[in-house]
């Protein structure tokens, strides 16, 4: 490899050198995979096959499953290829294909995010105009834009990164093919590529925040203005879920992202990874099922509307 400034492949960092802790490693990565599937799966089911959830709220929910399903699909399964076969390599259109997925599925679920808040927000402080606002083709078109900008941004992302030159070791530090671990292995000059994540990364990431903060600001001001106390407590219950997955998204990434050097270590590294790429699509569909009562009626409906549909 160090006379190659493009490697054919790369090598994944294994969990463990014992072959038994590898087995436990890939059952439990395997448990978490399908528990995500199946949470997710569920999600998109009861929405589908209930009416009365056939509403922008609800069609952005099934939008994020797909997107947490994508984003667990992109490094989990490979993860648990290595442990069971010990072979952690990983070729360079793979590497490639995985950041590129990464970035996308990532990037789009902040993306949606920010989008369901503005749906909240209209939905409580804009009750009477909410239909004309959020009509359906806004809806698509927020979803359309939510890929394609994303699309772009990873393709950015990508390009940038794979213009760097692997001239020298080709093991990534990292469970996956992550960006800064590619950075810390090229033999080229990263400071460009560096300033450049933490840029769109500051800027992407202040506005969704920034933009999510005032409008539940707007939201919390106008649920204290409703007079009775079961209005109030509805109109929270809708935002408390949506809250609690930004809070957990954002947190899981920013530590990820922009946690400074000195917590940088491969033990750490490895925590940070699993927290955004890991947790989120596996708890995202426990907190609506847990917040939303429509949600569960919904999910406990399932296998009496699949009944219905076969018969």
Same mark, same amino acid.
């Given at each position: 490899?160090?006379?190659?400034?493009?490697?054919?492949?790369?090598?994944?960092?294994?969990?463990?050198? !014992?072959? !038994?802790?590898?087995? /436990?490693?890939?059952?439990?990565? /395997? @448990?978490?995979?399908?528990?995500?599937? +199946?949470?997710? #799966?569920? =999600?998109?089911?009861?929405?589908?096959?209930?009416?009365?959830?056939?509403?922008?709220?609800?069609?952005?929910? %099934?939008?994020? &499953?797909?997107?947490?399903?994508? &984003?667990? #699909?992109?490094?989990?399964?490979?993860?648990?290829?290595?442990?069971?076969?010990?072979?952690?390599? =990983?070729?360079?259109?793979?590497?490639?294909?995985?950041?590129?997925?990464?970035?996308?599925?990532?990037?789009?679920?902040?993306?949606?995010?920010? +989008?369901?808040?503005? !749906? *909240?927000? +209209?939905?409580?402080?804009?009750?009477?105009?909410?239909?004309?606002?959020?009509?359906?083709?806004?809806?698509?078109?927020?979803?359309?834009?939510?890929?394609?900008?994303?699309?772009?941004?990873?393709?950015?992302?990508?390009?940038?990164?794979?213009?760097?030159? @692997?001239?020298?070791?080709?093991?990534?530090?990292?469970?996956?093919?992550?960006?800064?671990?590619?950075?810390? =292995?090229?033999?080229?000059?990263? $400071?460009?590529?560096?300033?450049?994540?933490? +840029?769109?990364?500051?800027?992407?990431?202040?506005?969704?925040?920034?933009?999510?903060?005032?409008?539940?600001?707007?939201? @919390? &001001?106008?649920?204290?203005?409703?007079?009775?106390? *079961?209005? *109030?407590?509805?109109?929270?219950?809708?935002?408390?879920?949506?809250?609690?997955?930004?809070?957990?998204?954002?947190?899981?990434?920013?530590?990820?992202?922009?946690?400074? $050097?000195?917590?940088?270590?491969?033990?750490?590294?490895?925590?940070?990874?699993?927290?955004?790429?890991?947790?989120?699509?596996?708890?995202?569909? =426990?907190?609506? &099922?847990? *917040?939303?009562?429509? %949600?569960?009626?919904?999910?406990?409906?399932?296998?009496? $509307?699949? $009944?219905?549909?076969?018969?």
């Amino acid at each position: 490899m160090a006379n190659q400034s493009t490697p054919t492949v790369f090598l994944l960092m294994t969990f463990s050198n !014992d072959h !038994d802790a590898q087995i /436990l490693h890939s059952v439990m990565f /395997l @448990f978490i995979y399908l528990t995500a599937l +199946v949470g997710n #799966s569920l =999600i998109f089911t009861a929405v589908a096959l209930d009416h009365h959830l056939h509403s922008p709220m609800y069609f952005f929910l %099934i939008n994020l &499953s797909l997107f947490d399903v994508c &984003s667990i #699909s992109t490094t989990v399964p490979k993860s648990i290829a290595i442990s069971l076969t010990s072979n952690n390599m =990983i070729s360079f259109a793979g590497c490639v294909t995985q950041v590129f997925l990464v970035v996308t599925f990532v990037g789009g679920e902040l993306a949606l995010l920010t +989008v369901m808040a503005y !749906d *909240r927000f +209209v939905a409580i402080c804009h009750p009477l105009q909410y239909t004309l606002i959020m009509n359906w083709n806004v809806c698509m078109q927020m979803i359309a834009a939510s890929w394609i900008s994303n699309l772009i941004h990873a393709a950015m992302e990508t390009s940038f990164t794979f213009m760097l030159n @692997f001239c020298g070791t080709n093991i990534i530090g990292q469970y996956f093919c992550d960006i800064p671990q590619l950075q810390n =292995i090229s033999c080229s000059d990263t $400071k460009v590529n560096q300033v450049l994540i933490l +840029v769109l990364g500051l800027f992407i990431g202040s506005f969704c925040f920034a933009f999510i903060f005032a409008t539940y600001g707007y939201i @919390f &001001s106008a649920v204290l203005r409703i007079p009775s106390v *079961r209005g *109030r407590y509805k109109a929270f219950s809708t935002c408390t879920p949506h809250l609690t997955v930004f809070s957990l998204f954002i947190t899981t990434t920013a530590f990820s992202y922009m946690r400074p $050097k000195a917590l940088s270590s491969p033990t750490v590294n490895l925590v940070a990874a699993v927290l955004y790429t890991v947790v989120p699509p596996v708890l995202n569909p =426990i907190i609506y &099922s847990l *917040r939303n009562k429509d %949600i569960q009626l919904a999910v406990w409906k399932i296998p009496r $509307k699949l $009944k219905h549909l076969i018969a």
